[in-house]
């Protein structure tokens, strides 16, 4: 493999700054960096309202299991969407990059150059962030419902448990670097490279 075909994914809980984070990796790296600009571009390829794209992941859906809202059912209009985000997914790590969210480490599962992070804190470390970057909102009421969100979206569309550490290569808490823990994620990365490369 070569060095420059891995292709990072961050899953996070709220609050972690794992979207900084990420993008703070991805520079470290030199590879491009891709969050909501995923749902951007899903919108402008299909002609989609990139609202509804919005809406579709900002929604808690009743989780059930792979097969009968994912891939292979007929799927609705959410799940449509998803599938169309999905192929942008597939697209953008042709190259070596760094995706936040968007179930992109499952839907990469099959991509050998992928290595998957799930970042977590502690309550406390979170809901301070929170209180930081988003003084309008009420933290403990933000880390429940955003985190009961993500689970349910990826469970919906995945199958899978989100935060589940066998799910991912690497788990780690960020409250105690913050948002150095990216260069800490940079060592991991090139180490893990490295070490591909020579298998």
């Known amino acids: 493999m070569k060095k420059q075909d891995m292709v990072i994914t961050i899953s996070r809980e709220y609050g972690t700054g794992g979207h900084d984070i990420g993008k703070r990796l991805a520079a470290l790296l030199d590879v491009p960096f891709y969050d909501s600009e995923i749902v951007k571009m899903t919108a402008r390829q299909h002609n989609l309202d990139e609202d509804r794209l919005n809406e579709m992941e900002n929604q808690s859906k009743n989780p059930l299991p792979f097969g009968l809202g994912g891939f292979g059912a007929v799927a609705d209009s959410d799940d449509r969407m998803f599938i169309l985000q999905s192929q942008t997914i597939l697209e953008l790590a042709q190259k070596p990059c760094v995706i936040v969210g968007r ?3 499952y839907v990469l ?4 150059n992928r290595y998957s992070i ?6 406390k470390a979170r809901m301070e962030n929170i209180k930081k970057f988003h003084p309008e909102q009420n933290p403990a009421t933000e880390t429940v ?3 009961r969100r993500r689970a349910a ?4 569309h995945t199958g899978q448990e989100w935060g589940k550490p ?3 290569h690497l788990c780690m808490d960020t409250s105690t670097l913050g948002p150095k823990t990216a260069q800490v994620l940079a060592d991991v990365v090139r ?3 490295q ?5």
């Open 195 to 199: 070490e591909r490369e020579r298998t």
């Open 191 to 193: 180490a893990v490279q």
């Open 118 to 123: 799930f970042l977590y804190s502690s309550l």
């Open 153 to 156: 979206y990826y469970k919906y």
């Open 109 to 112: 599962q099959d991509n050998p």
């Open 103 to 105: 179930c992109a480490d």
């Open 166 to 168: 066998s799910n991912y």
């Open 145 to 147: 419902k955003m985190d």
